[in-house]
C-alpha cells in the first residue's frame, strides 16, 4: 500500500485585521487518527502535528494569538486608552470626531501667555450673518441675525439680537462684546485682545453715524493693531467724483468703489449723492450736522455764502469772503449708511478765505488724528469753493485717492524747512525754505505798472532792468534784430470772462514780416527754426483774477507752451503772463495766443483797465 501525502501550511501574521491559519492534507489510502491531539497513522508511517503559538514582544502593538493548527486562530488587539496603543473604539471615535476648531484652539492656547502670540480665533466669522442698526430715537444699537464669533480661543454663538444704548453724550462711541460676552458701548477705545469690536457710533445729539468694525477672527491681531496705528484706511479703486451747480443748488456724485480697512473690504454698490458734513468745535473735537445732505460744503442759505470754521471765535462757523476761496475735504468711510463724509475747513482767524484759488490748494489737509472723529476714513478729494458757492474746476492735484494715507484719514505734509538743501552757486541756505526766502531776498522786485511796452524803435531790443520801478528796452550786443520781427494788439481793448478761454487779438505788424502771415489773430510761420515769445498784459474786472496764456496750434485746440499763471486783483492794477516756445517747421503752421482765466473773475487784456492801452505782444525769431 502506497502513500502519498502533501501537506500545505501557510501562515499570514502581521495584519490588524484578521490572522488566518490554512491546514491542507490530502492522503492517498485508508488514513486514522489517533490520540486527537495532532497525530496522524496510516500503516507503518506517523506523522505528529505539534501545537503552535503566535507570540509577541514588548516593542509595538501588544497583540496575542491562541489556538492549534487544526482550529480556529484568534488574533486579540486591546483597545487604546493613555496607557496603551491599540484599536481606536467607536466612541473615542466619535469625541475625537466631534473635536470643534473651538475646542482645538483652546487646546493649543497658553492661557497665561499672551493671545496675539498664541494666535487665538478672535473675531467675527463673517459679515454677513449679522446685521447692524441704530435706533435714533433711543440710541440703541442692535446685532441682530445669528452669528460666531470668536473670543480668544473660544467659539461663542449668537442668536439673541444682543443691543446696547449709548449715553446723550456727543462723540464718538465703540461698541464691543467684553469678555463676559456682553455688547458694552464706551467712548474710550478699547484694547483688541480683550474685547470683540463691532462698530462705532458718532452721535451728534440727533443723528447716529455707524461703521462697521467686525473684523475677521484670523486676523493677526499684532498686525491688526501696527496697522490701524500706522497705517489707516487704503483706496481701492473707483469713487470718482463729479460735482454740479453753485451754493444752495450745489450737488456731487462719487461713483461706486472701494477702500480697505485692515482685513475688510468696503465697496459701495451703487453712487453716493449724500454727504454727512462734519465741522470743527474744538481744539480736539468735532459735530457733524444734523441731517444728510447733497451739498458738498457749508452754506449759509440767509448770506448765501460758503462757510468755513474760525478757530478764534472760538471754533465757530463764519462766512467766506464773496470774492475769496475755502476748501472741503471729501473722505470715504466704513460708514453703513453714509459711506461719504465732507469737512469743513478750519482757519486760524477771521481771514474770510483766501485771496485765490492757488492760495486754497497751496494748504495741506487736516491731520485728523487725534480729532475725535471716526478712525477710519480716507481722503479722496479737496474741493476748493469760492465764497459765492462756486466749486473750482478740479486739479489733479486736488485728488487724494492714491495719496499716503495716515490714521484718521490725514495725509502726510512735509515743511520746506525740513528738506535739506545742499548750497549751489551763491545760494548758502541748506534747507529749501531758507533757499526760497534767500532767493528772494536777493532778487529785485520789478513794479509791473512800469514795464514799458516795446515800439517800433525797440525791435530786436533787450529789456533791461535798471530798478526796482525802473526798465528799459536797450540794444543788445550781438542781437538778432535782422531775424526778429514783432506782432501786437492795438485798438479798443479786449475783456475776458470768468473761467474761460479767450483768443488774445493781434491784428498789426511791428517791422519786418519774415514771409509771416497775419489773419483774424493767427499768424502763420514759414518752414525754419522759430522762437516765439509772447508778453500780455492782464487787469482783473474787481476780484482776484487768476490768468495764465497759451500758445495753441490754430487747426485744434492742443496748447504747445503754457505761459506764467499770474494773479490781479483787480482795478489799475495789471500782471503780465509770459511764454516762450522754441520749434522747427518743416511746413507753414498756423498758431494763436489763448487766456484763460482760473478763479472766476472777469476782467480786461491790457496792461491797465483804461480803454487806450495796447494789448498783447509777440516776438518771431527765425535762426
Request: proline share 3%; charged share 10%; hydrophobic share 40%.
Amino acid at each position: 500500500m502506497k502513500l502519498f501525502l502533501l501537506l500545505s501550511i501557510f501562515i499570514l501574521t502581521q495584519s490588524f485585521a484578521a490572522v488566518k491559519t490554512r491546514h491542507d492534507l490530502k492522503v492517498a489510502g485508508p488514513l486514522s487518527l489517533s490520540n486527537g491531539t495532532g497525530r496522524l497513522q496510516t500503516g507503518d508511517a506517523t506523522i505528529t502535528l505539534n501545537q503552535y503559538d503566535l507570540t509577541t514582544s514588548t516593542s509595538g502593538l501588544n497583540i496575542v494569538g491562541t489556538g492549534t493548527l487544526l482550529k480556529a486562530s484568534t488574533i486579540n488587539i486591546d483597545t487604546a486608552s493613555s496607557t496603551q496603543q491599540g484599536l481606536l473604539s467607536a466612541v473615542d471615535w466619535s469625541t475625537f470626531n466631534d473635536k470643534s476648531a473651538s475646542v482645538h484652539a483652546t487646546r493649543h492656547y497658553n492661557a497665561n501667555a499672551d493671545p496675539v502670540n498664541a494666535q487665538a480665533f478672535h473675531g467675527f466669522v463673517n459679515r454677513t450673518d449679522s446685521t447692524i442698526s441704530f435706533n435714533n430715537s433711543n440710541r440703541t444699537l442692535t446685532l441682530s441675525g445669528t452669528f460666531v464669533y470668536y473670543f480668544q480661543g473660544n467659539k461663542i454663538t449668537v442668536s439673541s439680537s444682543p443691543n446696547v444704548q449709548i449715553d446723550n453724550t456727543n462723540g464718538l462711541w465703540f461698541i464691543y462684546f467684553n469678555s463676559a460676552g456682553t455688547l458694552t458701548a464706551n467712548q474710550n477705545f478699547p484694547a483688541f485682545d480683550t474685547t470683540v469690536i463691532a462698530a462705532t457710533v458718532f452721535w451728534n445729539g440727533t443723528m447716529g453715524l455707524i461703521n462697521d468694525e467686525r473684523h475677521g477672527y484670523i486676523r493677526n491681531l499684532a498686525w491688526h493693531e501696527w496697522a490701524h496705528d500706522t497705517i489707516g484706511t487704503r483706496y481701492g479703486s473707483g469713487l470718482d467724483l463729479t460735482t454740479n451747480g453753485v451754493g444752495a443748488a450745489a450737488t456731487f456724485t462719487l461713483t461706486t468703489g472701494t477702500i480697505f480697512d485692515e482685513d475688510l473690504e468696503f465697496s459701495t454698490n451703487v453712487a453716493a449723492t449724500q454727504t454727512a458734513r462734519f465741522y470743527q468745535t474744538g481744539a480736539t473735537t468735532y459735530t457733524a450736522t444734523a441731517s444728510l445732505t447733497s451739498i458738498p460744503f457749508f452754506w449759509n442759505p440767509t448770506t448765501s455764502r460758503v462757510q468755513y470754521v474760525n478757530a478764534a471765535a472760538p471754533y465757530a462757523l463764519a462766512d467766506v469772503t464773496n470774492t475769496r476761496f475755502i476748501n472741503s475735504w471729501v473722505y470715504a468711510t466704513t460708514g453703513l449708511s453714509t459711506p461719504v463724509y465732507m469737512i469743513a475747513e478750519t482757519l486760524s482767524s477771521a481771514t474770510g478765505g483766501y485771496t485765490t484759488a492757488a492760495n486754497a490748494r497751496a494748504v495741506s489737509p487736516p491731520a485728523l488724528t487725534n480729532s475725535g472723529l471716526q478712525p477710519e476714513l480716507k481722503l479722496l478729494y479737496r474741493l476748493v469753493i469760492k465764497g459765492d458757492g462756486t466749486i473750482q474746476t478740479p486739479v489733479a492735484a486736488d485728488d487724494y485717492r492714491n495719496s499716503q494715507p495716515l490714521p484718521s484719514g490725514g495725509t502726510a505734509a512735509t515743511n520746506a524747512s525740513a528738506v535739506s538743501f545742499a548750497p549751489y552757486g551763491d545760494i548758502s541756505s541748506v534747507t529749501v525754505q531758507s533757499a526760497i526766502q534767500e532767493l528772494d531776498d536777493e532778487k529785485l522786485k520789478i513794479n509791473s505798472t512800469l514795464l514799458p511796452v516795446p515800439s517800433a524803435l525797440d525791435i530786436g531790443k533787450t529789456l533791461i532792468v535798471t530798478s526796482t520801478d525802473t526798465a528799459t528796452w536797450q540794444t543788445a550786443a550781438g542781437g538778432t534784430s535782422a531775424t526778429s520781427t514783432y506782432l501786437s494788439y492795438v485798438g479798443a481793448r479786449q475783456s475776458f470772462n470768468a473761467s474761460t478761454t479767450t483768443t488774445v487779438g493781434i491784428n498789426t505788424f511791428v517791422g519786418n514780416t519774415l514771409s509771416i502771415t497775419l489773419a483774424a489773430n493767427v499768424f502763420t510761420l514759414p518752414a525754419g527754426r522759430w522762437l516765439i515769445e509772447w508778453w500780455q498784459p492782464m487787469a482783473g474786472n474787481s476780484g482776484s483774477a487768476l490768468i495764465t496764456t497759451a500758445l495753441t496750434e490754430d487747426s485744434g485746440s492742443t496748447a504747445v507752451a503754457g505761459g506764467t499763471s499770474v494773479s490781479s486783483t483787480g482795478g489799475s492794477v495789471s500782471v503780465i503772463s509770459q511764454g516762450a516756445y522754441f520749434v522747427t517747421l518743416a511746413a507753414p503752421k498756423a498758431y494763436r495766443i489763448d487766456s484763460y482765466e482760473q478763479a472766476g473773475q472777469s476782467g480786461y487784456l491790457g496792461r491797465t483797465t483804461s480803454a487806450s492801452e495796447t494789448g498783447l505782444l509777440v516776438r518771431l525769431t527765425k535762426y
